[in-house]
């Protein structure tokens, strides 16, 4: 069939591009389904109560049961992908083993940089838990004590009755009834004498005999009387305070205290951004528990909804939580970018929060008081 003109060409080719652009337009908003998408792998891993993963039992929990009312509503065919920890989680991502990630995974710009997120469907932070009785070993004593500004303040006072030791030795090695006039003997001797008379023990083994032995010694007690003092005052300080540094409120109170956090997690980078505590990094949260437990950690730094969990259920009597939440974040579904799944996703997302089955859905995994 010829056109009759270049004009009537022209309107119907114009024509036809507007048919063909809208009916891709209406095919794109479809809702994805069963006939037409292919299997969607969906990550996941253990992340209670968010996902609970038994041996030989399907998954449960919410982001479980929120991710079936989804897959639902778009008909869209799944099988999960399990991993051991966020890190893993965001590895499969990066090479495209999984097509969507769920539960509890935060937003943050690092990864947005790298994948796309969802629309953002529970609000929260992180928690500090720690043993549910303060823990007072020798070892957690030792490390907390024995600072490096501790160090070198034992260093210098050591030095210090070295020095001494030396002194009244090259004084008094001249008197047969005095000092030792060997070498190590005599200054070892000398450091004992210092040790003693600083103490104020003064045991009267070891005297000054000469005139400027004497002179020496007046001055070696005048300066080593306080710097013993201050020494001891500070050990007593420490055994006494160490009971009461033992206890953590906040963020605040974890500075030198050994901190478990997920490898490659928000809390993880939180910690290494405030530089605090020293960080003990595992694959999963089910470990930290177990080192906490084992009094081999002070405090876990983790997403507060699953240690209010732990705390709860298998921690109860164990462990407790401590402090207010803090560093709030948001969770969302991870998606590689210019994902097809996204748009499809949100939608679905608003839809269920606006007509009340999120509501549902967070009541029964974390009762009414929850707010999303």
Request: net charge neutral; proline share 4%; with cysteine.
């Amino acid at each position: 069939m010829s056109c009759s003109s270049t004009v009537r060409c022209r309107q119907r080719w114009t024509l036809g591009s507007l048919i063909l652009v809208v009916v891709f337009v209406l095919q794109a908003l479809q809702p994805i389904n069963m006939a037409a998408a292919s299997e969607i792998r969906v990550g996941i891993r253990d992340i209670k109560p968010f996902i609970f993963l038994e041996p030989n039992q399907e998954p449960t929990g919410f982001a479980i049961d929120l991710w079936k009312t989804i897959a639902m509503d778009l008909e869209l065919p799944y099988r999960f992908v399990v991993s051991d920890g966020i890190a893993n989680t965001l590895e499969d991502m990066r090479k495209r083993t999984i097509d969507v990630a769920i539960g509890a995974i935060t937003i943050t710009e690092k990864r947005e940089s790298q994948f796309d997120f969802s629309l953002s469907h529970y609000h929260t932070g992180l928690g500090i838990m720690t043993p549910a009785e303060p823990s007072y070993s020798f070892t957690a004593f030792w490390s907390s004590f024995f600072t490096r500004d501790r160090l070198i303040k034992i260093g210098s006072f050591l030095g210090f009755l070295l020095l001494t030791g030396h002194v009244i030795w090259l004084a008094e090695r001249r008197h047969q009834q005095s000092f030792n006039q060997r070498y190590l003997p005599g200054v070892l001797e000398g450091v004992y004498w210092s040790m003693v008379t600083a103490s104020t023990v003064g045991y009267g083994d070891y005297i000054p005999k000469s005139r400027i032995g004497k002179l020496l010694a007046v001055i070696i007690i005048a300066v080593s009387l306080p710097v013993f003092a201050v020494f001891v005052a500070n050990i007593s300080s420490d055994i006494t305070m160490h009971e009461l540094r033992s206890y953590i409120e906040g963020p605040q109170d974890l500075e030198g205290k050994k901190v478990g956090v997920v490898r490659g997690s928000t809390s993880e980078q939180y910690m290494e951004r405030v530089h605090l505590g020293k960080l003990v990094p595992t694959a999963n949260a089910t470990t930290l528990y177990q080192l906490l437990e084992e009094g081999k950690l002070a405090a876990v730094v983790h997403d507060l909804p699953t240690l209010q969990y732990h705390a709860a259920t298998a921690g109860k009597g164990k462990v407790k939580l401590v402090g207010q939440m803090f560093n709030k974040q948001d969770y969302a579904y991870l998606l590689p970018e210019n994902s097809r799944l996204k748009e499809h996703i949100d939608r679905t997302l608003l839809k269920i929060i606006e007509d009340g089955t999120m509501d549902a859905l967070v009541n029964k995994w974390f009762g009414s008081g929850q707010k999303q």
